[in-house]
């Protein structure tokens, strides 16, 4: 019933910028925390940065100030905004919610399909 999509992935130079977006549709009750996650090739999956629904956020040691990660409640939208890329930041972004279907549904993670991100010269 829940769907999260990404989409702002791309090619990208070393430098450059990039905005990543996740909306969620489906049956929907609330949404707590939302958030980014990554995966290299060859490497584990590992977290970028989440925001509370609050909009309280948090980030990975590697994004030394280069992310920023918001939230639009009413469009159900997490975003992830990317500066200064790294060859290092090349991976598939997934988008992450944690969701309660109905007022009487056990809260639970929803995962997108992912978007490719690619920095290189």
């Known amino acids: 019933q829940v769907q999260l999509v990404e989409s702002g992935g791309g090619l990208v130079q070393p430098g450059g910028s990039l905005r990543l977006s996740c909306a969620a549709s489906?049956?929907?009750?609330?949404?707590?925390?939302m958030g980014w996650y990554r995966q290299a090739p060859g490497k584990q999956r590992e977290l970028v940065a989440t925001?509370?629904?609050?909009?309280?956020?948090n980030y990975a040691d590697f994004v030394q100030g280069r992310f920023t990660i918001s939230r639009d409640n009413a469009k159900k939208s997490v975003y992830l905004q990317m500066n200064s890329l790294k060859a290092d930041d090349t991976a598939v972004y997934y988008c992450n919610a944690n969701i309660k279907v109905s007022i009487y549904s056990v809260r639970r993670d929803y995962w997108g399909q992912g978007t490719q991100v690619t920095v290189s010269s």
């Open positions: 489906g049956t929907i009750s609330s949404i707590n925390a």
């Open positions: 925001i509370s629904s609050g909009g309280s956020s």
